[in-house]
């Protein structure tokens, strides 16, 4: 898989949200991007999903452009947005009964990946009945199972509690870990951001632009004494130096 980011622009109205981006990701990569409030970091996102499009500039994966949703790119939000009528293994198949999936496979995949996330007996739970932290799986598990090529999260353990959060971002790891699957995640919190990711970029205040983006050669697998790892550290400081101006 390659994504690529060709000068793109977005502007709204007289407001430059993005101005000049250029990256390119390559397939088992986990991305984090990192930047203050209303840098551009979700509109970016949004932009990658075909959410919204460009004013100036394109988005390619393998070499195809896209301007519009696709399942090869699938979002997982800070809220779950499961629907609440449905059971957890419904919610996850949703998506593979709108793309024609016949029953047998979409039980079969939600059973799969189900039994990857941890959540095998919670198949016919509706989603009142679980924690927070136990929803945004489920949300996970509902992207993960269309098989995208990329995943996009944008700020996806905002509303969960501290020590939620943290469960979240090492279940996030080791499930990476497991399906290396391409992620680019989107957050606001500098350590979370180190810890997550294999490559680490930063945006400066609006208009957006790619202020660092830099490789987090930090080993694995990662606990939470990674935080006084001498590069965690000295990452953290040209990121906060950045972010300060």
């Known amino acids: 898989m ?4 060709d000068s793109l622009y977005k502007t709204f109205g007289s407001t430059t949200a993005l101005e ?3 990256l390119q990701f390559e397939g088992g990569e986990f991305v984090t991007v990192l930047g203050s409030s209303g ?6 996102l949004h ?10 500039g394109a988005i390619y994966v393998d070499g ?11 979002v997982v939000f800070q809220q779950a947005g499961l629907f609440p009528w449905l059971s957890v293994e419904d919610n996850i198949e949703f998506g593979l009964s709108l793309h024609g999936v016949a029953k047998e496979q979409r039980r079969k995949a939600s059973a799969d990946i189900l039994r990857i996330i941890g959540l095998e007996g919670f198949a016919s739970h509706k989603p009142y009945e679980l924690s927070g932290g136990m929803q945004q799986r489920v949300a996970i598990a509902r992207a993960l199972v269309m098989k995208p090529k990329v ?3 944008d700020e996806p353990f905002g509303a969960l509690d501290a020590q939620t959060r943290a469960s979240m971002q090492s279940f996030l790891v080791s499930l990476w870990e497991q399906l290396r699957c391409t992620i680019v995640f989107i957050t606001h919190d500098i350590d979370e951001a180190i810890f997550l990711g294999t490559r680490l970029i930063v945006l400066t205040a609006r208009p ?5 983006d830099i490789p987090i050669e930090l080993e694995r697998p990662r606990t939470a004494e990674v935080a006084f790892d001498p590069h965690f550290l000295d990452l953290k ?3 906060m130096s950045i972010l300060a101006h």
């Open 2 to 5: 390659n994504l690529v980011i």
């Open 39 to 44: 840098c551009g970091k979700t509109t970016l």
């Open 151 to 153: 995943l996009l999260m």
């Open 64 to 74: 195809e452009q896209k301007d519009q949703p696709g399942a090869d790119r699938v």
């Open 237 to 239: 400081k040209r990121t």
């Open 208 to 212: 957006g632009r790619v202020a660092l």
């Open 47 to 56: 932009l990658l999903a075909g959410l919204t499009t460009p004013s100036k």
């Open 20 to 22: 000049n981006i250029n």
